[in-house]
């Protein structure tokens, strides 16, 4: 089973979840924090801003996928995707410092190139890993971005709601076909390097360490995150794929000396 969260604090997301139940003909239901659902899909709806829950990893799915809006103040519309946690010491938007969540990279993968497949008013992006909430059921993300007239238009709700839901059935047919399950490190908080390179090779990015997130300006790095990032993962990432010209030289010689002590290759993209 695999679950689809919408949170009532998020009327973007709320009007998502209608469209899919509707368009779908899920079942409406009762069943705790369970609103609809069909033989392989439940939709759950939480009182809560879907940044703080802790709840889904009470629903025993095997994955989680998050209905959002992602507000943009350059009004730019977008489709959205990523993984959960917090690199560096905060959590100012939900989960705990230094703590990522369980990524899914094949069934993220599969949003991003449904995503990719829609009408082209909007970009269709990986994020850096951000934000919580922090669960162990395998999760992500999946938004609509932009400005209110963006997060309001029915067009740009459908696109978004019947991509996501083609990709959890089509996930749940069968492991989309992929070449290799790969960690990011570099770029901005906007992946689109790491986007071309799941959409032209076939990469399934699990978390992604963006260049801010390397190095702090005392300094120090968080790279001592990697090896969480690695056991974080429903799929283990077999390569990290570093944003080469967007880390300066410290950020490169800290990052390959950290990978080379948790025994994982790298690429440059």
């Excluded at 990524?103 to 909007?122: C, D, H, I, T, W």
């Excluded at 992006?125 to 997060?151: D, Q, R, V, W």
């Excluded at 995150?225 to 030289?249: G, Y």
């Amino acid at each position: 089973m695999i679950g689809i969260v919408y949170s009532l604090r998020d009327s973007t997301s709320v009007r998502m979840a209608r469209r899919m139940a509707i368009a779908n003909g899920l079942e409406e239901t009762t069943e705790g924090s369970m609103k609809y659902k069909g033989d392989r899909i439940a939709m759950y709806e939480l009182a809560e801003p879907a940044l703080d829950t802790k709840t889904p990893d009470s629903f025993g799915c095997g994955a989680i996928v998050f209905l959002s809006k992602h507000a943009s103040q350059a009004g730019v519309a977008s489709f959205t995707t990523h993984s959960l946690g917090n690199w560096c010491s905060e959590a100012k938007f939900g989960g705990q410092p230094r703590e990522l969540s369980t990524a899914s990279p094949l069934l993220m993968l599969q949003v991003l190139r449904n995503f990719a497949g829609k009408e082209a008013y909007a970009e269709k992006t990986y994020e850096a890993t951000h934000h919580g909430p922090l669960l162990k059921t395998p999760c992500l993300f999946a938004e609509l971005g932009g400005n209110e007239s963006i997060m309001n238009n029915e067009e740009a709700l459908g696109e978004v709601a019947d991509a996501v839901f083609a990709a959890v059935t089509q996930f749940l047919d069968g492991e989309p076909e992929y070449a290799k399950a790969v960690l990011g490190i570099g770029g901005t908080h906007y992946s689109g390097k790491f986007t071309r390179l799941a959409l032209g090779k076939g990469y399934a990015f699990s978390h992604i360490m963006p260049k801010h997130s390397v190095m702090n300006s005392d300094g120090t790095d968080n790279l001592g995150m990697l090896p969480q990032a690695l056991e974080r993962s429903q799929v283990r990432p077999e390569v990290a794929v570093l944003d080469w010209k967007s880390l300066n030289a410290t950020a490169k010689a800290e990052t390959i000396k950290k990978l080379n002590e948790v025994g994982l290759d790298y690429e440059r993209a």
